[in-house]
């Protein structure tokens, strides 16, 4: 037994460095009173990924094309050719499904945050100039859209050199949140406290309020994300609109009733190329007329929340 907990302690003091230590507890059955602006029961966050243009392309010389997140299952075309059909179905995300989900929350006058790709936002400036206009915010999610756990710590450390370098240039301001694609590597959090100009990042699953956490014995704060109330859901086992409006209903009335005594945040994540077909769209706009209806919401961007956390819940 005494070896055993020896083990777990050394294990346990390596994960401590990095900021991602196990945590089982976290806030257990006394979570934080939050305290949201205007006496909100929810903070609620829309997060419009925007990745399409750096995913992986032979155009770009990565050697392969990007099937994930697309209408088909499974590549057809051979690895190391151009899949076409992926490439235009990403395009549309950009072309067509961005500017109809841009009208709802404008619409709405709610504003998202971008978990935008620096290359994919250079690559479209009418997306960028509406992004900056409505007063969107941008957490970085990446220069490229590529897996950080793949990158070695050099090519990560330029990877985001070069997305901060990015979107200054592209929004004229610099991006304070960071998200990887699904995960990020064990150096990624270190080096964006390294970097210095980044408030919070998303690459965690496992909590529904901001926390604090340490890493190279400075505080860092995460802002946890979802993949729950998330429109990929529509690619693995959701069908209809409908049917993610009834996900995001369900969680939303959940987390509304709790947050009478203890409120949460609640994000919904979003990719103009699933969500932005009209097929779906609906299932969107019934969620948002919904959430808009109700009072004691705080719709509110990304940014905000972790600023809120900054000034309210100081480590
Ligand atoms: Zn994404």
Same mark, same amino acid.
């Given at each position: 037994m005494t070896g055993c907990a020896g083990m777990n302690t050394m294990q346990l003091g390596g994960q401590m460095m990095d900021g991602h230590p196990r945590d089982f507890v976290g806030y257990a059955d006394k979570p934080p009173h939050p305290d949201w602006p205007g006496g909100a029961r929810v903070a609620i966050n829309f997060v419009v990924n925007y990745e399409e243009g750096s995913e992986y392309s032979i155009g770009d010389g990565?050697?392969?094309?990007?099937?994930? !997140?697309? /209408?088909? *299952? @499974?590549?057809? +075309?051979?690895?190391?050719?151009?899949? !076409?059909?992926? $490439?235009?179905?990403?395009?549309?995300?950009?072309? +067509?499904? &961005?500017?109809?989900? #841009?009208?709802? =929350?404008?619409?709405?006058?709610?504003? #998202?945050?971008? =978990?935008?790709?620096? +290359? #994919?936002?250079?690559?479209?400036?009418?997306?960028?100039? &509406?992004? #900056?206009?409505h007063g969107w915010d941008v957490c970085c999610h990446g220069w490229r859209w590529?897996?950080?756990?793949? %990158?070695?710590?050099?090519?990560?450390? /330029?990877?985001?050199?070069?997305?901060?370098? *990015?979107?200054?240039?592209?929004?004229? /301001?610099?991006?304070?949140?960071?998200?990887?694609?699904?995960?990020?590597?064990?150096?990624?959090?270190?080096? %964006?406290?390294? $970097?210095?100009?980044f408030l919070y990042d998303s690459d965690s699953y496992n909590d529904e309020l901001p926390y604090w956490t340490m890493v190279a014995g400075r505080r860092h704060l995460i802002v946890p994300y979802s993949l729950v109330t998330?429109?990929?859901? !529509?690619?693995?086992?959701? &069908?209809?609109?409908?049917? =993610?409006? +009834?996900? %995001?209903?369900? @969680? =939303?009335?959940? %987390?509304?009733?709790?947050? @009478?005594v203890a409120p949460k945040m609640m994000s919904v994540g979003l990719h103009p190329r699933l969500i932005g077909h009209p097929a779906r769209l609906s299932g969107l706009q019934k969620f948002v007329d919904y959430v808009v209806s109700k009072p004691d919401v705080w719709a509110c961007r990304r940014a905000d929340i972790a600023r809120h956390w900054i000034a309210r819940h100081p480590a």
């Open positions: 990565d050697g392969r094309s990007e099937t994930a !997140l697309t /209408e088909v *299952s @499974a590549a057809r +075309v051979p690895a190391g050719e151009r899949d !076409l059909a992926s $490439e235009s179905m990403y395009e549309y995300g950009t072309r +067509v499904g &961005f500017w109809r989900i #841009a009208r709802l =929350f404008a619409d709405r006058g709610i504003a #998202a945050t971008a =978990f935008g790709c620096a +290359v #994919a936002l250079e690559r479209n400036p009418p997306a960028a100039e &509406f992004m #900056a206009r590529v897996e950080h756990y793949k %990158l070695s710590e050099d090519e990560e450390r /330029e990877h985001i050199r070069l997305a901060v370098e *990015s979107i200054q240039r592209t929004m004229g /301001e610099r991006p304070v949140g960071w998200y990887c694609r699904y995960a990020p590597s064990t150096a990624t959090r270190r080096l %964006l406290v390294e $970097e210095g100009g998330n429109d990929v859901k !529509l690619t693995s086992g959701l &069908f209809t609109g409908d049917d =993610f409006y +009834v996900l %995001l209903k369900n @969680a =939303f009335d959940v %987390l509304y009733e709790e947050g @009478a």
